[in-house]
Each structure stands twice: as C-alpha cells, then as structure tokens.
Nanobody, 124 residues
Framework: QVQPVESGGGLVQAGGSLRLSCVASGRTFSGYVMGWFRQTPGKEREIVAAISRSGSGTYYAGSVKGRFTISRDNTKNTVYLQMNSLNPEDTAVYYC?????????????????WGQGTQVTVSS
C-alpha cells in the first residue's frame, strides 16, 4: 500500500511553468504504475499523464502532449509532472494516483490509491 502526497501547485501566469511532485510512502513504490489526473468543478476527473513502473513507458493526454513531462525517481518514491507553456485551461486540482498493476491505465477507476490534490491556477 502507498499513500501519495502531492506538492508544487500554485498560481502562475499563462506561458509559465510549474513542477508538481508526488511522494508516495511505502516500500514498494517501484511496483506501482503512477498517474496524474486533474479535475475542475462540474467535470469528470481526467487523465493527464501516466508512467510505467520502471519509467520507460509513458502516456499523455492529447491536450498536454508536448507541454507536460511525467517522470519518476524510484529511489526517492517520487513522481513528477513538469508543466510548461501553461494556459488557463490547465487550471484544475491535480491528483497523483497509484495503480498496482503491470500496465498503464487512463481511467480513474483503474487506480487504487489517491492523493488529496494540489491546486494549479493559470492566470491569463
């Protein structure tokens, strides 16, 4: 079992960058696929990016491809989301999630453990 805890959110101007971090407690972090999701009021929680257990495989939602980069450091039990060229449509609460399966998944129901979320606000 892991408990993800996100950090790094905040207020940034359009065109700026932020890096989110998620530290997941537990001794078996490398056994989990990790994902970043985001949610705005009245909308479903949607996948942003996901990374395989080793870090060799990644997935990106079309809206962030080329702007966001997901990475992980299994020695630090940490997954990162580097967000560049931010725009107001990226404003949301960002959640880190862990999945105890072999394959990357894109549906929130396929993830087992969730953090509390961190707010990202992009001003125009």
């Amino acid at each position: 079992q892991v408990q993800p805890v996100e950090s790094g959110g905040g207020l940034v101007q359009a065109g700026g960058s932020l890096r989110l971090s998620c530290v997941a407690s537990g001794r078996t972090f490398s056994g989990y696929v990790m994902g970043w999701f985001r949610q705005t009021p009245g909308k479903e929680r949607e996948i942003v990016a996901a990374i395989s257990r080793s870090g060799s495989g990644t997935y990106y939602a079309g809206s962030v491809k080329g702007r966001f980069t997901i990475s992980r450091d299994n020695t630090k039990n940490t997954v990162y989301l580097q967000m560049n060229s931010l725009n107001p449509e990226d404003t949301a609460v960002y959640y880190c999630a862990a999945r105890l399966r072999l394959s990357i998944a894109t549906e929130r129901t396929e993830y087992d453990y969730w953090g509390q979320g961190t707010q990202v606000t992009v001003s125009s």
